[in-house]
């Protein structure tokens, strides 16, 4: 009898990472929601459960050592491994950040969730990752992350932001690191850009919908084995560095 595939995706209580992780349970997939707040955890889980996926709560403030470890220990406890870690979880910061007026513990904190949280997390995790015959490793990043785009003058990639746009650059160079470490291994780790998403992260600004958003995460999250790692991708392909 073939084992359940596990993921955990963080920050899964709304938005994006709620869209991924109905996609993944769409795939018949147990799916941890990791996320701070207890309601709004719970209230998804029952949600996810109620449209058929198997879903499980996983407290997760990926800025607390203690808390990750106790999320590593819960799904070690419920699954005994991790087949796919999706990255999701993020801030900004607040705006505005130019970098000649921005509080520089603005980009503190910016980078200690976008950044140090996802090596805390995937670190916790890389045991139970290694135990699955094909592990997946997906940080949700940004075009604004590209520098390439950045230094593009005709390119949109929203206001100077000398915290969350750098937070996810420093994300990509990570992305790219742990790539090069893992390269003799089972393991694809690729960044996924969501596009200008409609979430509470920019004021439901953005002009796609958060399940569009999911749609180049949960492709990365199924690669067949032979799929790239240390990517970085889009809806349309390839995502300039």
């Given at each position: 009898m073939t084992e359940q595939t596990t993921a955990l995706v963080t920050g899964a209580n709304k938005g994006i990472g709620y869209e991924i992780a109905t996609g993944l349970g769409a795939l018949g997939w147990r799916v941890g929601v990791g996320a701070r707040d207890e309601e709004r955890r719970e209230a998804a889980v029952a949600q996810l459960r109620a449209g058929g996926t198997d879903a499980f709560g996983v407290p997760l403030d990926v800025t607390d050592d203690a808390s990750v470890?106790?999320?590593a220990g819960l799904i070690e406890e419920r699954a005994g491994r991790l087949d796919v870690l999706v990255n999701n979880a993020a801030i900004t910061g607040g705006m505005p950040q130019t970098p000649t007026t921005v509080d520089p513990a603005t980009v503190r904190t910016a980078v200690e969730t976008n950044v140090i949280g996802v090596i805390r997390v995937t670190n916790a995790l890389l045991p139970q990752l290694r135990r699955s015959a094909s592990p997946r490793i997906v940080n949700l990043s940004s075009s604004v992350g590209s520098l390439t785009r950045q230094a593009d003058p005709d390119a949109e990639t929203g206001p100077v932001s000398a915290a969350y746009s750098t937070s996810k650059t420093f994300l990509n160079a990570v992305t790219v690191q742990y790539a090069k470490e893992l390269e003799d291994t089972n393991i694809l780790i690729n960044a996924a850009c969501p596009g200008f998403v409609a979430t509470d992260l920019n004021g439901f600004r953005g002009?796609?919908?958060?399940?569009?958003?999911?749609?180049?995460?949960?492709?990365?999250a199924t690669l067949p084995d032979d799929g790239?790692?240390?990517?970085f991708f889009d809806d349309d392909g390839v995502v300039p560095w």
């Open positions: 470890a106790a999320a002009h796609r919908t958060p399940e569009q958003g999911a749609a180049t995460a949960i492709r990365l790239p790692t240390g990517g």
